[in-house]
């Protein structure tokens, strides 16, 4: 991580280098305090695996038809937002690692480009990832459905062509305003909510959500490519 380069906490020296006073108060008071935050927050998402693994033991009684498209746990997409000031604390922590190397190395923000995806990468795996415990019992969950469902619609185009396309129906009941039709409707409806079940109770906004948060602190360095006056003028150039 260290830089062969004069920077704010070293000074370079014939010999090698020296820290500045706000080097050693980086060193030995910032750091190791960040890293006990890091601990504990790790620590945390390991309870976190851990409870989710164990809950993943219990048969479920998930639901196909739930709207959440995820049989009724849809709900636990929602863990990015307690988890998006680690996820922005992360992206801060490479921020600050590629700008120094840009104004004391000469380095370029594309030159990152790697260290960037990565870091968004990692943070989805870390903290979507303990969620793919439901993975098998929402696969299973969902086969079931398409199977009963499919069962049922069976039945249920069957008689509707039996009633309707082969003279089926009383004489006297219209077509037009029939509740056979809007039953149709409905029972395709419930299919396709099952078809599009996922097996893994996570959304993209979530996805995106998240990964905006891990790279809100490197935005700015992108004025290290385009000066903000120009960036302003392609940005209302684009709204107006």
């Known amino acids: 991580m260290a830089l062969?380069?004069?920077t704010w906490y070293v000074t370079?020296?014939?010999?090698g280098s020296s820290l500045t006073l706000a080097g050693t108060w980086y060193v030995f008071i910032s750091i190791p305090i960040a890293q006990f935050i890091w601990l504990?927050?790790?620590?945390?998402?390991?309870?976190?695996?851990?409870?989710?693994?164990?809950?993943?033991?219990?048969?479920?009684?998930?639901?196909?038809?739930?709207?959440?498209?995820?049989?009724?746990?849809?709900?636990?997409?929602?863990?990015?937002?307690?988890f998006t000031m680690f996820a922005v604390a992360h992206g801060a922590i490479v921020a600050g690692y590629?700008?120094?190397?840009?104004?004391?190395?000469?380095?370029?923000?594309?030159?990152?480009?790697?260290?960037?995806?990565?870091?968004?990468?990692?943070?989805?795996v870390v903290i979507f990832g303990p969620l793919l415990v439901f993975a098998p019992?929402?696969?299973a969950a969902k086969q079931s459905g398409l199977a009963k469902y499919g069962s049922l619609a069976e039945r249920y185009v069957s008689a509707f062509d039996a009633k309707w396309l082969e003279a089926g129906a009383p004489a006297d009941e219209a077509l037009v305003g029939s509740a056979d039709i809007q039953s149709l409707a409905d029972l395709s409806n419930s299919y396709e909510v099952v078809r599009t079940m996922r097996i893994v109770p996570v959304t993209t906004q979530a996805i995106t959500r998240l990964a905006a948060a891990t790279?809100?602190?490197?935005?700015?360095?992108?004025?290290?490519?385009?000066p903000l006056s120009e960036l302003l003028k392609k940005l209302f150039g684009i709204v107006f």
């Open 4 to 6: 062969n380069a004069a």
């Open 12 to 15: 370079t020296l014939a010999d």
């Open 40 to 82: 504990r927050w790790y620590y945390r998402l390991f309870l976190w695996a851990r409870f989710l693994w164990q809950a993943s033991r219990i048969e479920l009684r998930l639901a196909p038809l739930h709207p959440d498209r995820a049989g009724g746990l849809g709900f636990l997409a929602s863990v990015g937002y307690a």
């Open 98 to 124: 590629i700008a120094s190397r840009i104004f004391f190395a000469g380095a370029t923000l594309p030159d990152f480009s790697e260290e960037i995806a990565l870091v968004v990468i990692f943070m989805l």
């Open 137 to 139: 019992q929402l696969a």
């Open 215 to 226: 790279l809100i602190a490197i935005v700015p360095l992108l004025l290290t490519m385009i």
